[in-house]
């Protein structure tokens, strides 16, 4: 099983992820975390990323597609993940399907945390990570905006989109999340 998850800042991605991989039996992987991670270690990846993230802007698609190309490639992953923040463009989103048709693998579903802009606000605000500052969260939340119509497009038309509510409590989520995927598999 493959999945993604899409959301704006602060949507609960990270937080759903956390739930429902046990449960799925794939690996969870945080395209944020992966960055965040690269940033404070100074890789290379670290270095090129870091003007973009610190300013709450998009790194660059050959960056990320060169991460995620790489990434994908592990062993351990052969048995499925679910991918969170990935893709946020569409050259990512074709790029990722790319990747994926040279195994003979495709994305099973992208699922789709709706919650408003002013959910996003107030959660990424509340939760102080030391880069949620006003003007960066902002600035993502404008970037999501701009980005999010044809990736919800892209999946949409190939009947591959899950919309949840994304106000509605964690844990109901997360079963909602878990009673479709579950559903689908059984078809
Ligand atoms: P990233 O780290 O992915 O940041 P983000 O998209 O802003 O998402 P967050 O991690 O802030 O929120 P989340 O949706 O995971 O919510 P969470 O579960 O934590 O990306 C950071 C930066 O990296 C980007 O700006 C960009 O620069 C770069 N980047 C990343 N991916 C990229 C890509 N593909 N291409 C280019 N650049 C990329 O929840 C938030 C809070 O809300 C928590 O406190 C949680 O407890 C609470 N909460 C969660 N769910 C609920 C709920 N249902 N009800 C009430 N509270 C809830």
């Known amino acids: 099983m493959r999945l993604i998850i899409l959301g704006g800042p602060g949507s609960g991605k990270g937080t759903q992820l956390a739930v429902i991989q046990k449960p799925l ?4 992987i945080s395209v944020g975390d992966i960055l965040r991670e690269a940033i404070a270690n100074n890789t290379f990846l670290g270095t090129k990323a870091q003007p973009y993230f610190a300013k ?4 660059p698609d050959d960056l ?7 990434g994908l490639l592990q062993p351990h992953l052969e048995a499925g993940w679910i991918l969170e923040g990935y893709p946020r463009t569409t050259v990512q989103a074709e790029e990722l399907d790319f ?3 040279d195994f003979n693998h495709c994305v099973d579903y992208a699922i789709y945390l709706e919650v408003s802009p002013a959910i996003m606000l107030e ?4 939760r102080s990570r030391s880069d949620d500052t006003p003007e960066i969260i902002h600035r993502r ?3 999501f905006q701009a980005q999010i119509p044809p990736i919800l497009e892209y999946y949409g038309s190939r009947g591959k989109l899950l919309p949840f509510d994304g106000t509605a409590a964690p844990s109901v ?8 995927v579950a559903l689908r598999r059984e078809v």
């Open 25 to 28: 039996g794939v690996v969870g």
């Open 56 to 59: 709450g802007e998009l790194v």
């Open 64 to 70: 990320m597609v060169q991460l995620i190309r790489l």
């Open 99 to 101: 990747v994926l048709d």
């Open 123 to 126: 959660r990424s605000l509340r």
């Open 141 to 143: 939340i404008n970037n």
């Open 173 to 180: 989520i997360s079963q909602q999340i878990l009673s479709h």
